[in-house]
């Protein structure tokens, strides 16, 4: 039997306590995942552990128990489905985002979206006048108490090339850090703010106005996805302020680490959108990147997410 190592070999250089060469190999599930095949669905992975594309399904609210079943194992075991040729339309992809959980009502996009009305189904029309903003590496609204379960993206126009998302698993890279880090970060609790980010768009009244719905919140550093029992990373640089009870400087230093750790390409797939692409990832085990390459060019989704519970620690 192979054993699959723990922790990369890591050969530490005088600037890079992180570097390191060789296998960066892990477990793409917790122990005791229910990995029997999937009878219903055909699963083509992205990569080793995140993101696969998922035939047999024609999304919509109508879907049985059985496939319901399938689709839930398969997005914890693989993080983020993708769905091609989805010749549907918004109410589908709403009835499917139904079955998950409560629609989010995102309170900031009327401010950073122009025209924006739809709240719960968020449409985000990236062209050559608001060119694409999310390209640094995040977990979607982890400024809230209760942070996204997951989103539905569907493309609806796409450049011909450029604009692809990338996704990296925050599972493989909690395992893949020196056991010394994990046992580090495992008890610490960090805080999360929107103002440096949605609140740099808003007018000053807004912001005032917004704070007293949304003030800072705590947040685990590592979360513990509930039904796998998988450890997390949970920190992102456009939401994450600070960890808390250590000094500002290794508080900095440490996110500094996690966030370029989480970086390495052997967490990551990355998906080339073409028009009726439907993504499904789980906001709870990964982190997102939409690569912002293609201004003038349009990029236009559909967004809908789901509301999740308050992450618990280790
Ligand atoms: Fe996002």
Same mark, same amino acid.
């Given at each position: 039997m192979t054993t699959i190592p723990t922790a990369p070999m890591i050969f530490p250089t005088p600037t890079d306590p992180l570097a390191a060469f060789g296998p960066l190999v892990g477990r793409r599930t917790a122990d005791g995942f229910d990995d029997r095949p999937y009878e219903r669905l055909t699963v083509h992975p992205l990569s080793p552990t995140i993101g696969a594309e998922v035939d047999g399904v024609r999304l919509g609210g109508d879907l049985d128990e059985q496939m319901l079943g399938e689709l839930r194992r398969a997005l914890l075991e693989w993080k983020v489905l993708v769905f091609r040729d989805q010749d549907i339309d918004r109410t589908d992809q709403r009835a499917f985002a139904q079955l998950w959980g409560e629609l989010e009502q995102h @309170?900031?996009?009327?401010?950073?979206?122009? #025209? !924006?009305?739809?709240?719960?189904?968020?449409? +985000?029309?990236?062209?050559?006048?608001t060119a694409g903003t999310e390209n640094n590496w995040h977990n979607d609204i982890t400024w809230h108490t209760t942070p996204s379960f997951g989103a539905v993206l569907r493309a609806v126009?796409? @450049?011909e090339v450029g604009g692809d998302t990338l996704w990296t698993d925050t599972g493989l890279a909690y395992d893949l850090l020196p056991q010394d880090i994990r046992d580090r970060i495992d008890p610490l609790v960090a805080e999360h703010d929107w103002i440096a980010t =949605? #609140?740099?768009?808003?007018? %000053?009244? %807004? &912001?005032?106005? +917004?704070?007293?719905? =949304? $003030? $800072? &919140? !705590?947040? $685990? &550093? &590592?979360?513990?996805? @509930?039904?796998? #029992?998988?450890? %997390? +990373?949970?920190?992102?640089?456009i939401f994450t302020q600070r960890i808390l009870g250590i000094p500002a400087e290794e508080s900095d230093e440490l996110l500094r680490l996690l966030y370029r750790h989480v970086q390495r390409p052997e967490f990551q797939c990355r998906l080339r959108w073409r028009p009726n692409t439907i993504a499904f990832w789980d906001n709870r085990s990964c982190q997102h990147y939409a690569s912002s390459d293609y201004f003038p060019a349009r990029r236009v989704m559909d967004r809908i997410s789901i509301v999740g519970d308050r992450p618990v620690g280790v």
């Open positions: @309170p900031f996009f009327k401010y950073t979206q122009p #025209g !924006q009305t739809d709240i719960d189904v968020v449409t +985000l029309a990236k062209d050559a006048m126009e796409v @450049p =949605f #609140g740099r768009h808003m007018p %000053a009244e %807004a &912001v005032e106005q +917004l704070r007293t719905h =949304f $003030p $800072p &919140v !705590q947040h $685990p &550093v &590592v979360r513990v996805v @509930p039904e796998t #029992g998988r450890r %997390a +990373l949970f920190v992102n640089m």
